[in-house]
């Protein structure tokens, strides 16, 4: 049997369902395949049930070191029950994932959507349940899965762990390591740490959270550190323990623990395709060589989207990704011309206490390719003495903004900072708009709020610009008229 559509959208996760909204616009031949479970990655296993698990966190971590220094009593009772939390995350879980699991529901009551793995039999053709689906153009939409080496789980079993389970733990250990700090590792370990987990993180990179600024990540491992044990620059080994356990290497480091929580990132879920038959090939990075501008894959009639490009891998990038390919992917269909949208600025976060946060260019990529001190400046703050970080019990961490040396362009920033989740924001705004340092000292600052930390960068950048890039009067007082 065979049935023909105009698109072909492989995968309803968040990507698929974002290319499916633009599809539906252009043409009601349309197809939706995906082997289930229904849901997103983010609703399901990633940014809403860890969020819900950090926010449980941070109420003991309140009760247990903020309290008594407010004058306020009894904080020191506060108990995590973990299998209480679980539940309430699993609760909190499939309300949000139940929003975009309906959605595709309503495309497979309406004949749109069929569940099973699809596998491309040639360029124009996907085999599912023994049919053969006919497309005129395809969205690979096929999500993620996490990194976990093979040899770990055949010896350990039940006891290696990644986000895709993690939250389905009726109880969790006593103890336990992470293998990854990167932003989903470093936001459980923190979290879990709080809630009275005996945990240590491990990662053979230098850093946390992804930062590449030695300015902000050696304080921010400082932070940490406070908390929970964290190895760096050595990669993990895992044995079985005398008594039964796991025993983690790294470096120097040993330690034994119940069970290990793999967070090595994800790789795009592309094995079970067959793109050969499509004639398309995998690059050295495992995806295929594509367009970010257009999601095309090459001159093909195949467009690419979500975690399964392998670009960005965030939500917001998935739902950019998913609109761009799906509009593309029915204009080819219908025969007429796919268009070029600019991408976004980049922008990170890790929800950690304090919050790390990246935007635009890193400070990695602006040395490698401007120079440090020649062509860009840095702007910084110390939260340690920030005067709302202060009153919220909160100051700690530190601001980087980078901003062109010819004219004070904004270009990027790194953080670890309370509230950077709010502050990147702002900061991807004004980078979109082109601003300059000199256009945000022109805004208005209240007092006293977190931003006036970066009212304080963003003059210690302004302070090394040239004359050429600066206003007169700028730094004192606001525009007139």
């Not at 699991?101 to 309503?106: D, M, R």
């Amino acid at each position: 049997m065979t049935r023909k559509v105009d698109v072909c959208i492989l995968g309803a996760g968040s990507a698929g369902l974002y290319a499916t909204g633009q599809v539906a616009r252009k043409t009601k031949d349309f197809l939706v395949i995906d082997p289930g479970p229904l849901g997103t990655t983010c609703a399901r296993v990633g940014c809403m049930p860890s969020k819900v698990l950090i926010q449980a966190a941070e109420y003991v971590h309140q009760a247990h070191h903020a309290f008594a220094r407010a004058g306020i009593t009894g904080g020191e009772q506060v108990k995590a029950d973990i299998p209480a939390v679980l539940a309430h995350v699993r609760k909190m879980r499939d309300g949000f994932a139940s929003g975009p699991a309906g959605k595709a529901e309503k495309l497979e009551s309406h004949g749109k959507l069929i569940r099973g793995a699809a596998r491309f039999v040639d360029a124009n053709a996907v085999e599912v349940n023994g049919e053969r689906v006919e497309a005129k153009a395809f969205v690979i939409a096929t999500g993620s899965k996490p990194v976990v080496p093979a040899a770990w789980v055949e010896k350990f079993g039940e006891r290696i762990l990644t986000t895709e389970n993690l939250f389905e733990q009726e109880d969790l250990p006593e103890s336990m390591a992470i293998i990854g700090m990167g932003v989903i590792g470093l936001e459980m370990g923190q979290a879990l740490s709080r809630l009275g987990i005996d945990i240590v993180g491990v990662d053979m990179a230098d850093t946390v959270g992804g930062l590449t600024d030695d300015g902000v990540s050696y304080p921010a491992t400082g932070i940490f550190r406070e908390e929970f044990p964290i190895w760096l620059g050595a990669a993990a080994a895992l044995e079985e323990a005398p008594d039964g356990r796991i025993l983690v290497k790294a470096g120097e480091n040993e330690k034994v623990v119940d069970k290990v929580l793999v967070a090595l990132g994800r790789k795009p879920n592309l094995d079970g395709l067959n793109l050969a038959a499509a004639g398309v090939e995998l690059n050295e990075r495992g995806v295929p060589d594509f367009d970010p501008a257009t999601q095309r894959i090459g001159e093909t009639h195949l467009f690419i989207a979500g975690d399964a490009d392998g670009y960005r891998q965030i939500l917001h990038e998935a739902a950019d990704d998913g609109r761009i390919a799906g509009f593309n992917a029915a204009s080819l269909a219908k025969g007429e011309d796919i268009r070029r949208f600019r991408r976004k600025v980049p922008l990170a976060i890790v929800f950690s206490d304090p919050n790390i946060a990246m935007v635009g260019e890193t400070f990695a990529h602006l040395d490698a390719t401007l120079g440090e001190d020649e062509g860009f400046v840095v702007g910084e703050r110390d939260f340690s003495t920030q005067a709302r970080a202060r009153v919220m019990q909160a100051n700690r961490g530190v601001l980087h903004i980078y901003a062109r040396m010819e004219d004070g362009k904004l270009l990027g920033a790194e953080m670890c900072m309370p509230r950077a989740e709010h502050i990147a924001h702002e900061l991807a705004w004004a980078i979109e708009q082109g601003l300059t340092v000199a256009d945000l000292i022109a805004m208005p600052f209240y007092h006293p709020v977190i931003e006036e930390g970066l009212q304080n960068a963003l003059h210690d950048a302004y302070a090394q610009l040239p004359d050429s890039a600066k206003v007169p009067g700028i730094a004192d007082v606001p525009f007139e008229g």
